[in-house]
């Protein structure tokens, strides 16, 4: 993707919206952008016209870090197979209250 | 807007990793795990494997789709000045900015496949890319306006709505925004319909001829006839296609008709009618003719279209230079 012609593009920047108090940041896009202000801005402009958040986060898309989804099975098996750590695993009489 | 599989070829639309990469034989067990999971409606994100095929037919539909909404701004970008009250200027550049908005969502989900902004933009200023038919008819009087909202934006949504479950997740997600910002465009074109067609009899007169000017190629949209598209069957069980493209021209016919009636407008079909036995409308023949003529850039004004969309490009470059020349100011700043 290095090409001549990619690097010309803008970078591409992630965005996040924190859509009102109390709840977190959402991924819902990404913009070309020159510079973290302008990624701002544009984010404003692409994902904001209809009062969808509070506060915008944007990241570089390159600076993302991710999993891999090939190595999904075997990354997130751990937490498959450990099914006592819902409360549902455990077995207590329906007359035993507030547990 | 929208835009159908206009083409059985690549146009323009090269994607990086089909052309220089190391292409293998495509692992059977993949291409298996691949279709089971499709059939299953899950979604496919940019980074999981998928044929090349599904890769390249993606990249062409969703490159097309960003182009038709930014085309789409031209026939209505024209009215901006002449709208006739300070609502209806609002209004309509409040949509023609959703328009370049939603060319944008679609640009990034066509990037997540492995083709770049720069390498768009210039298939279409050089003419290489499709974009929908529709956007190279002209736009003669305000009530143009009022119709390319009802019915243009009207068939767009019949066939975006879908088009949320389509079975690429970028693409699915975008559709959904896109779909949550059509319906304002849909109604407050039919309001300047309403408005017109009860209006002065000079004003029903521009809304019956928008009507006649705009409904044949709105059925067109849809694209070509099932039997001449033969990419439908593959796109359908990639789920990237969720209904044939006479399906979806149907049901536009039977919720447009009453829609046209109410304005008391008469729809330019004289075979129109109700079929009680089908509990649908049969309606005239479609002169494909025309819609291929279309397609190979022999639209009214497809010439037009080109050049606006070159100089906007052109006269915006020094506001890119200069962004990109502050950018370089503030880097080197920050490395001192
Ligand atoms: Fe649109
Ligand atoms: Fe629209």
Redesign the interface.
Known sequence: ?D?A??K???P?WEVFIRSRGGLSHKHV????A??PE?AIRHAR??YT??MEGVSLWVVRSSDIV?S???QAGEMFEPAESKVYRHPTFYDIPDIVKHI | MYTTELSKSDIGMKSDRTKSGPVAVEDAALLDAFEARVAADEFIEPKDWMPEAYRRTLVRQISQHAHSEIVGMLPEGAWLTRAPSLRRKAVLLAKVQDEAGHGLYLYCAAETLGTSREQMTEALNAGKAKYSTIFNYPTLTWADIGAIGWLVDGAAIMNQVPLQRTSYGPYARAMVRVCKEESFHQRQGYEIMMAMANGTPAQREMAQDALNRWWWPSLMMFGPPDENSPNTAQSMRWRIKRDTNDELRQKFVDITVPQATYLGLTVPDADLTWNDETGRHDYGAIDWEEFYAVVRGEGPVAKERMKARREAWAEGAWVREAAQAYEAKRAARLAA
């Open positions: 993707m090409t012609a990619t010309r593009d803008w591409l896009g990404s913009v070309h020159p510079d302008l402009d692409v016209r209809r991710a891999d989804p090939a």
